[in-house]
Structures are given as structure tokens and as C-alpha cells.
């Protein structure tokens, strides 16, 4: 029982830590700009040697970018969340009860990573400058398809660990 739930705890941690990188770091789109600069965009910034905001990023133009920042946001706060509830849930309820709050709360962020990724993947050039609609995905968006299965997976785990005695 204690090497299942230190597995379950290990791929919540790494679930968790792919969230974080994928919302904060500035790797979503790389585009090469004109006169050979690299140019890497994440959720609010494109940065190159400065970073500048995205292009009507504040305004209802950009209402699929804030759905999409606000979806990464959330899910990077409910598999926080779910992790202190799993070490409150493991010490506090009974067998069979257990981790069932848990299951929800990561199925839930999994939910918002797939929203975000997916509107990110349907509409980013309608919040992308013309000038940087040549290139391609980066590494954080990478990291957020990894983490959606990630914690799936853990969720469901927690589910099948609720009725293990």
C-alpha cells in the first residue's frame, strides 16, 4: 500500500511540476522574426532580448488567450489544491472515502489543461501578430498536452486506491 501511494504521490508531484513550467514558462509559440531574432510567446509575453505584452492580450480581442490563461491558471491551482487534500484525506477518513475529493478536484484540472490546450491549438492565430504566425509550437505547450494525461491518470489512480485496504 505505501509503494502505491508513493507512486500516486510521485505522479501527482510531476503533474504539478509540468503544470507550473508549462503556465509560466515563455515557450508556447517560436517564431523567427524578421532579421534572424528568435521570438518566444507564452500566454501574456513575446520575448526575444525584451519582452513585450501580447498583442491585445487586455482587450476582447483576445478573449481565447484569456480563456486559455485562465483555464492554466486554474488547473495549475486545483492539482495544488488536490495534493494538500490527498495528505489531509490519507490521515483523516475512513477506508472507502478516502481520495475520492481528490479524484475530483485532479480530474477537474485535467479538464482545464485539454479546455486551454485545445482553444490555444483551435485559435491562436487570432491572437497571434501576423509577423509570428510563421513557426511553431514550443516546449511549454508540449509540457501541457504531457501534463492532461499525467493527470488523468492520477486521478483515476486515486479512485482505484479508494477501495484498496
Known amino acids: 500500500m505505501l509503494v502505491i501511494l508513493t507512486f500516486i504521490l510521485l505522479f501527482h ?57 485562465a483555464t492554466m491558471i486554474l488547473s495549475t491551482i486545483l492539482c495544488c489544491v488536490g495534493f494538500f487534500v490527498f495528505i489531509l484525506q490519507l490521515f483523516r477518513l475512513k477506508q472507502g472515502e478516502r481520495f475520492v475529493f481528490t479524484a475530483i478536484i485532479q480530474l477537474l484540472a485535467s479538464l482545464c489543461v485539454m479546455i486551454g490546450a485545445s482553444i490555444y491549438t483551435a485559435e491562436r492565430e487570432s491572437f497571434t ?9 514550443g516546449s511549454s505547450y508540449v509540457l501541457a498536452w504531457i501534463s492532461f494525461p499525467m493527470t488523468v491518470i492520477s486521478g483515476l489512480m486515486y479512485l482505484v486506491l479508494r477501495k484498496r485496504k
Open 129 to 137: 501578430e501576423e509577423s509570428l504566425r510563421k513557426g511553431g509550437y
Open 13 to 69: 508531484v510531476i503533474s504539478v511540476i509540468l503544470l507550473f513550467i508549462s503556465t509560466i514558462n515563455n515557450a508556447w509559440w517560436v517564431a523567427s522574426a524578421p532579421g534572424g531574432n528568435v521570438i518566444y510567446t507564452d500566454l501574456w509575453y513575446s520575448c526575444n532580448v525584451t519582452c513585450l505584452p501580447v498583442k491585445n492580450s487586455a482587450s476582447t480581442d483576445a478573449v481565447y488567450l484569456q480563456a486559455v490563461q
